[in-house]
């Protein structure tokens, strides 16, 4: 695999705290030193932070029908 | 007794396998957004989410009572891997599914899609939200799919990984591409963050 795309999928991995802490020093180390590392961590912040705009959430009903469900699928335990 | 907001996940799940209804509700409470998320951006369509989401907690449901849950401490990506199959068994459901045709070629759903989006572009103002999940449907669905899992779904990309069948490095490479090409998206359609 290519130099560079190595580097990019481990300033991935770091954006999700996947590295190990020596592989977190040294790609952190290299984001202070080399513009390009720093600009391509930038942009990779901000669009993981652009993904963090994203929630949907279920609605209600749909809440209340699992939890119908549950309620008349529940066997009481006996002790 | 502690309010269950103050219980952990794997305790919960102990206390609704022994018939505390309550701790079901918060289950769903603390998952719902980013399981809910993640199936809505796989399958593209707000209603069929829905009715995943619903069969995906059935399943949890079934599958906790039936004593067969030993994902310790970690329901949330559990839930979601679930919620992702279920999606995942749809979308191949759907391929093989004849599409249906007008005069020109065109498939006829996509006119029910279209005249969805219409409708939704007068109720919604497009926000910074919308277009990015937009442009998160845009992505080619192996992208998708791994963006999904890795930001929604809690998942490490070893994890990815095993469950799509493909390398650390291919799933890792997924998600560049994934990110890279949102990011050109982005830039395209002028949408800040």
């Not at chain 2, 609704?16 to 199936?39: D, P, V, W």
């Not at chain 2, 093989?96 to 005069?103: E, H, L, P």
């Not at chain 2, 572009?121 to 992208?143: F, H, N």
């Not at chain 2, 998206?185 to 800040?192: E, H, L, N, R, S």
Request: with cysteine; hydrophobic share 40%.
């Amino acid at each position: 695999m290519p130099e560079k795309s190595t580097k990019s999928n481990k300033l991935i991995a770091l954006m999700y705290n996947e590295l190990t802490a020596p592989e977190k020093a040294d790609l952190m180390s290299a984001i202070q030193t080399d513009d390009e590392v720093k600009q391509e961590w930038l942009t990779i912040s901000e669009t993981v932070q652009a993904l963090n705009e994203i929630s949907e959430k279920p609605s209600q009903s749909t809440i209340d029908l699992i939890m119908e469900y549950s309620a008349k699928t529940h066997e009481p335990q006996h002790a | 007794m502690k309010n269950v907001q103050q219980i952990s996940d794997q305790e919960l799940v102990h206390l609704y396998i022994k018939g505390n209804e309550a701790c079901l509700a918060q289950l769903i409470k603390r998952h719902q957004r980013s399981m809910f998320t993640a199936i809505y951006l796989l399958v593209k369509n707000r209603a069929l989410a829905e009715d995943i989401f619903q069969d995906a907690f059935i399943k949890i449901i079934h599958t906790l009572r039936a004593g067969n849950y030993n994902e310790e401490g970690k329901f949330g990506p559990w839930a979601i891997r679930i919620g992702r199959n279920l999606a995942i068994d749809h979308i191949r459901k759907q391929k093989r599914n004849v599409v249906i045709t007008d005069s020109e070629g065109n498939d006829i759903l996509s006119y029910i899609q279209i005249a969805e989006d219409s409708r939704e572009d007068k109720l919604i103002q497009y926000q910074t939200e919308q277009s990015i999940k937009e442009l998160v449907k845009l992505l080619p669905e192996e992208q998708r799919e791994v963006l999904i899992m890795r930001h929604w779904g809690d998942m490490s990309f070893k994890e990815i990984a095993d469950q799509t069948g493909v390398s650390i490095n291919t799933a890792l490479g997924r998600m560049r591409y994934a990110l890279n090409n949102l990011r050109k998206m982005m830039d395209k359609q002028g949408v800040k963050v």
